[in-house]
């Protein structure tokens, strides 16, 4: 009765007590109250997974083993990205698993599905298909064989581009210099236009279950003095946006665009000489503080671009919820959240949650590791200058609230189930009181840096699996991509699932 509202439990009360008092049987008695009682919500277990699965293995053979081994009743298909970490086989460089064929393809992405032109009229961005995929339109197979199984099917897109596109240029960031990045703006209308269509497309054209999209992507802020994924951090130069359309926008915000630019060409001076194994007289932390504090347009601007991702969010979930509300809407929020204080910060998860079903929040344990030492020495060279790496990552657990491996052993043995449980229940605990559930996107097989080293067994993947749910998720998201999993370890996550009766 948990789930009842109080208007509901009364009227349902009060039909059972007329019933009682005029001599209705227990039957009809039991039928008088609200149907909630009775009712369980089945948990989404979702599996993200590639087209390029289904043609090679065949589409029921592969929903077999899904559901048999790994209790899926989900699909998160990949329908649009020009990147191989969500779609095609195995990474290059990578093992293969135990199924599928063994050789590398020739990935390039783009749409797996069928772009139909109508909805694609307010943008020059014309939608191209895959050409790794021929002519196979992924939803249309695979919807139909899921449905008779019962299985859910969501699309599952992210923002990722390839500049070899035809019209890239039209959507690109612009870097602090002017240059064109290899992101699209979000606050560019051709591409906003674009996403729409796309969104559209599959609701109307589809019979889909929901959508998930993400975007793995900082501000220029956090572009410049940390990284989730470079070592030495990025280019401090090549930081976005600033193209017209960002720079209107600030205006619009009372901004001072010109100050804020300088600004970020001072934080990349300080970048540079921190880099460069310069020692500011006050300190790393201080002198950061300093530039901040002098322009403090830097944040503005940051805050603005992190609006702009939200933004997209709530544009796209008005979009799918106008052709069907009760077509389900979520995000796939990436790993800076479990690293970067900067991005937890800006992603308030309360705050997006009036616009958000669900949310995929990325707790990869085994990669958690490579990432998390990535990070911490990304920043070691710029905001924690003036401390040694292991006090760095000492103090960046102690304020992103969960335990880890030291730094030496951080890319060899990754995180562990610990961590699983303690990012879900803190981001369960972020969303109490909302509509937005809680999916934890697990981690199976997503190799570490030091691929010969993975973690990955059935016995850490099912304390993973149980982490996710005894931290109160709602959900899971078997990830990153089929293509990649050994069957034994898709196995582990259906035997944790039925030792703990979330499925039967």
């Not at 649009?80 to 064929?101: C, E, K, M, S, W």
Request: glycine share 8%; aromatic share 12%.
């Amino acid at each position: 009765m948990a789930n009842m509202d109080r208007r509901t439990f009364v009227a349902g009360a009060g039909a059972a007590l007329a019933a009682a008092n005029s001599g209705v049987s227990n039957k009809l008695l039991a039928e008088a109250l609200p149907a909630q009682q009775s009712e369980k919500k089945v948990p989404t277990i979702g599996i993200q997974i590639g087209g390029i699965s289904f043609q090679d293995e065949g589409t029921d053979k592969v929903l077999d083993i899904l559901q048999e081994k790994g209790a899926c009743n989900a699909l998160f298909i990949a329908c649009f990205t020009y990147g191989n970490g969500i779609a095609g086989r195995q990474l290059p460089g990578h093992p293969f698993p135990d199924h599928g064929v063994q050789k590398e393809d020739n990935f390039f992405g783009g749409f797996y599905t069928t772009p139909h032109a109508e909805y694609f009229k307010n943008t020059k961005m014309v939608p191209h298909r895959a050409p790794d995929a021929g002519s196979y339109d992924v939803l249309a197979d695979a919807i139909p064989k899921a449905k008779k199984r019962g299985m859910k099917t969501y699309t599952w897109s992210e923002d990722v581009w390839n500049t070899k596109v035809p019209n890239f240029e039209l959507i690109a960031e612009r870097d602090l210099y002017g240059r064109p990045a290899k992101t699209a703006c979000f606050r560019n209308p051709d591409h906003h236009a674009f996403l729409m269509a796309t969104f559209q497309d599959w609701t109307h054209s589809y019979e889909i279950d929901g959508v998930m999209w993400g975007s793995e992507r900082y501000g220029p802020f956090g572009n410049m003095i940390e990284s989730v994924h470079q070592r030495d951090g990025n280019d401090p130069s090549r930081v976005t946006c600033f193209c017209q359309f960002c720079q209107k926008a600030a205006a619009g915000r009372g901004i001072n665009v010109q100050r804020a630019m300088q600004g970020y060409k001072e934080l990349e001076k300080w970048v540079r000489f921190c880099r460069g194994g310069g020692n500011p007289p006050d300190g790393h932390y201080v002198t950061f503080w300093r530039v901040l504090f002098e322009y403090p347009e830097i944040l503005a601007w940051e805050t603005m671009w992190n609006d702009g991702v939200h933004e997209t969010y709530k544009a796209i979930y008005d979009v799918v919820k106008s052709v069907n509300p009760k077509m389900e809407v979520g995000w796939h929020v990436w790993h800076a959240h479990s690293f970067s204080p900067f991005f937890r910060a800006q992603t308030d998860l309360k705050k997006i949650s009036p616009y958000t079903d669900f949310l995929k929040m990325t707790v990869y344990d085994n990669l958690g590791g490579t990432r998390m030492e990535t990070y911490i020495t990304s920043a070691s060279k710029t905001i924690y200058g003036d401390m040694s790496i292991e006090n760095a990552l000492e103090f960046e657990y102690n304020i992103m609230g969960y335990r880890g491996r030291s730094y030496t052993e951080l890319p060899f043995v990754g995180l562990d189930s610990s961590y699983v449980y303690h990012e879900t229940k803190r981001s369960v605990e972020d969303v109490a009181g909302t509509q937005t559930e809680i999916w934890p996107g697990l981690d199976v097989d997503i190799s570490n840096m030091n691929v010969e080293y993975s973690h990955t067994a059935p016995p850490e993947i099912k304390a993973c699996t149980k982490a996710c749910f005894d931290a109160g998720g709602k959900g899971l998201v078997i990830s990153r991509k089929y293509s990649e999993m050994k069957l034994a370890n898709l196995a582990a996550v259906g035997d944790a699932l039925r030792e703990m009766k979330v499925v039967s």
